[in-house]
């Protein structure tokens, strides 16, 4: 099976700092990854991905780093603002799609 | 806007009851996922169809079932609620069979046991 797991819960930033959150994954033959953003009241939206061939892959102000041989995922989030305060899932696909618990960012104005 | 319609917004019945929630995917989607989000709690995966065939399943009570019809639509049916099945519960698309494309996600049905 697939286990997903994070290391924070909660993680609180400056406005215009840079944030990390991470990921831990147990199954190494999974082989896409992706992160989500929840806001309150709405369904997880898609910010970023990332497949198992890859160590890396940046968009705009965000960037996933991939480590298989420790099975971590992260997130950066450059320059954060006060519209990235949300909640962010990491989503494991395997045999199915199984997401960490969250971690709830809130930025500091 | 993903897409994605999930109705009704909001549910409240009593414990004991039946309800069924429903989904309609993004056009041209052929996956569709549940999943359960408990108040302060991560996405629990339920269950996934491709096409009107079941492909994956999670932690699904045997009170629980779901179907996706021919319209690619999908309905998950809840029976015999107790109080903490309350909860949020999403639906998602995605466009392929395997699970290497993103999922889409509607806003939810928050359901309300009393």
């Known amino acids: 099976g697939e286990s997903v797991g994070l290391h924070l819960p909660t993680l609180s930033v400056q406005e215009g700092d840079n944030s990390i959150i991470n990921c831990a994954y147990s199954n190494s033959a999974s082989d896409y990854f992706i992160w989500y953003k929840q806001e309150s009241g709405k369904g997880p939206q898609f910010i970023i991905d990332i497949r198992s061939n890859m160590d890396k892959r940046q968009g705009q102000r965000v960037t996933v780093l991939l480590n298989k041989t420790v099975k971590h995922l992260s997130l950066q989030i450059a320059a954060t603002q006060p519209g990235d305060s949300a909640v962010y899932f990491c989503a494991v696909h395997y045999d199915k799609v199984i997401f960490g618990p969250g971690t709830s960012l809130s930025v500091i104005p | 806007d993903s897409g994605v319609t999930q109705t009704p917004k909001h549910l409240i019945t009593a414990t004991g009851q039946r309800v069924t929630l429903r989904c309609s995917p993004r056009?041209?989607?052929?996956?569709v996922y549940w999943y359960q989000q408990s108040l302060d709690q991560g996405l629990q995966f339920l269950i996934q169809y491709y096409n009107g065939e079941e492909r994956a399943k999670g932690n699904i009570l045997e009170r629980f079932s779901a179907q996706q019809f021919p319209d690619l639509h999908s309905e998950l049916n809840l029976s015999s609620l107790e109080l903490g099945d309350s909860a949020l519960y999403f639906c998602a698309s995605s466009g392929g069979q395997s699970h290497n494309s993103p999922l889409h996600f509607g806003n939810g049905t928050r359901l309300t046991v009393t």
């Open positions: 056009s041209g989607d052929l996956s």
